[in-house]
């Protein structure tokens, strides 16, 4: 059913979300948007402010949010997809149906590279990424947005392989330094060619993960140049801080964090991209799934780690899960902006938690409880299965 409801979104569906308590934008600059009514038509934001300001009549679907946090969906930057909804590195089926009931609506590939006798050839792996990028294209468990089909480069590429693979689609590299090409020079050369047909680029960055990677040093990720410099706290061995440090101020690219890396590491990157007055540049992921297995909360761990350890307020560490990384990767979700992507996540304090209201409870350390998850303008969950009850929940009504 979350397939066939990922693909139906009617242009004129209506959505109406009211009572919202509290409306964080993803938008860094400004956290904490004054609005308690949210209008999406087609999937998409059509209308955001006061209930008395907005067009709310006609709506297919009414959300009273009941005073909760509205958020947009999170995002994860770093993960390994293989087949479907089925991870053979654990061997675990519904790992990312589990982890939109973390509040994630929208995953990035940094990879199929777990992918059961991998192709290594150039004919290969670039077959492989195309069909990739098909198959979560048309393949959304429980309407999360995968983008998928990011190619481990090899040696032996040339400039015409990345125009043929942005041409049929292909729009990410999977980790530089997973494949064969681990000097500088050469990721340099292929990440330019990969940047001029429109293909993002992210680095392994660290100790080897697993059988067959390698180290990557500060070295190589500043000569390859990639758009995001991926998991800097490591995947999981992270670098020495002077090279970390090194990273962050001698590039002016994304900064990944992962759920599975290094923490004191994430928290030192994280205090780094403060001093420099970039906190814009850090985005989240998890790396999953991973030798340490799935992790359906791994984002809204990392949000409440970095706020509650690294002093960020809790509306901030929110950005990095969301319109950072909407901005860094260039996606239509991620901000609370018309025109946007209605993917939203609906949260509370949970019940119990020592923290006075939500941004509290999340800068104590403790999880947000999720009520409701919205993807395309259309409710695909409602109470979590996975978080702490919360507090206050929304309903739904036509």
Known sequence: MAEQQATTVSSTHKLVVK????????????????????VAIGGRIAAVGRFKDLDTDGADTVVDANGTVLSPGLIDSH????????????NQLGWIDSTMHGGVTTMISAGEVH????????????????????????????????????????????E?????????????LGEVGLGGVKDGARAKEMVAWARKYGIQSTIHTGGPSIPGSGLIGADVVLEADTDVVGHINGGHTALPDKEIRCICEGCKRGLELVHNGNERAALYTLRVAREMGELQRIILGTDGPAGSGVQPLGIVRMVSMLSSLGDVPAEVAFCFATGNTARMRSLDCGLIEVGRSADFVFMDKA????????LDSIQLGDLPGIGMIVIDGIVRSGISRNTPPAEKIPSVGH
């Open 160 to 172: 015409q392989d990345f125009k043929d693979l942005a041409d049929a689609g292909v729009k990410l």
């Open 19 to 38: 009572n919202i308590g509290l409306m964080l934008s993803g938008d860094i600059e400004r956290p904490i948007l004054e609005a308690d009514t949210l």
């Open 351 to 358: 019940q119990h938690s020592a923290g006075r209201n939500f």
């Open 79 to 90: 993960v390994h997809p293989v087949a479907g909804d089925w991870t053979p590195r654990q």
């Open 115 to 158: 992918t059961p006798g991998r192709p290594k050839d150039i004919v290969g792996l670039k077959a492989m990424a195309i069909y990739a990028q098909r198959a979560f294209t048309a393949f959304r468990p429980g309407g999360v947005k995968i983008h998928a089909g990011a190619p481990v480069i090899e040696p032996g590429m040339v």
